[in-house]
């Protein structure tokens, strides 16, 4: 489960969610699973969750859409990268 967590976009909650529904133990060590399970976690993930580049750059587009519609989050946006 805490493996999970190194994934961009996957926490604790979601983690333990992956593993409840695959039936893994959470408990389970990372050398410990097998190649079934592994790559079953894997399609699991892509097929249910936005995680790691395509996270990021969805969250760079709503960053950019903010800023570009001029509301206050957005200014703050600017404004943090103005200090930069």
């Excluded at 333990?16 to 050398?31: F, Q």
């Excluded at 079934?36 to 790691?52: D, F, G, L, R, T």
């Excluded at 750059?57 to 960053?63: Q, W």
Aim: aromatic share 6%; charged share 25%; hydrophobic share 35%.
């Amino acid at each position: 489960m805490i493996s999970l967590t190194y994934i961009c976009g996957i926490g604790h909650t979601t983690a333990r969610k992956i593993c409840e529904k695959l039936n893994i133990n959470v408990d389970t060590r990372t050398n410990a699973i097998t190649d079934a399970q592994a790559s079953e976690i894997e399609e699991y993930i892509s097929q249910n969750y936005v995680v790691e580049s395509a996270l990021r750059s969805m969250v760079n587009a709503n960053k950019k859409m903010l800023m570009q519609i001029g509301c206050f989050r957005g200014n703050k946006f600017k404004k943090t990268l103005n200090k930069k």
